[in-house]
């Protein structure tokens, strides 16, 4: 089935967008690997004549964070602490700084589409690529690792250094464009 031509916009109503993040350090115990939602944000996906995607923009707003889920911990999560998880994520990680991608190459493969283009967050414009699947129903998923230093952010540190945020985290995409 192949994808209708134009310009598609996506939000929250057609898919979903996550951040895991996981914890490391002497007392990893106490913290929470944890399950965020990006609620807002807006995607852009143009199809060619062909149904290949050409391109794609995306746009998060670093203030609709929120914690869904902190996994692994000696104790569950508070409302108290989802609270203050997003006020470090929106103040002390990100900035307040909307992130952004826009591509400038996409290369279809079988059930594939590599995605080359440049990511801004946390004020820091970089040269990013990415792999996602592409289904034939219109469906685009995959999990992104990004290093959070090369952004120039400093993973979140607790309790003296004791219990850090890995570097790496995982963003993990999943759309549904419409189909023709």
């Not at 707003?61 to 998880?85: T, Y």
């Not at 590599?114 to 690529?129: K, N």
């Not at 993990?172 to 189909?179: A, T």
């Amino acid at each position: 089935m192949a994808l209708h031509s134009g310009t598609h916009e996506l939000g929250p109503d057609h898919g979903t967008l996550e951040v895991r993040t996981y914890r490391e350090g002497m007392a990893q115990k106490v913290g929470h690997d944890l399950i965020i939602d990006v609620t807002r944000w807006t995607a852009s996906v143009e199809v060619g004549q062909d149904g290949a995607v050409a391109a794609v923009e995306l746009e998060a707003d670093a203030g609709s964070l929120q914690v869904r889920e902190g996994r692994r911990g000696v104790k569950p999560l508070s409302d108290r602490d989802r609270a203050e998880i997003r006020k470090n994520i929106d103040g002390k990680v990100l900035g307040g700084q909307p992130i952004s991608f826009r591509s400038g190459a996409i290369e279809p493969g079988d059930g594939r589409l590599s995605i080359e283009g440049e990511l801004a967050m946390a004020g820091t414009s970089r040269p990013a690529r990415f792999e996602l699947d592409q289904a034939a129903d219109g469906r685009i998923s995959g999990t992104l690792s990004l290093t959070q230093s090369e952004w120039g952010i400093k993973p979140y540190r607790g309790l003296m250094g004791a219990l850090k945020v890995r570097d790496a985290v995982e963003v993990i995409l999943d759309v549904r464009l419409p189909s023709g």
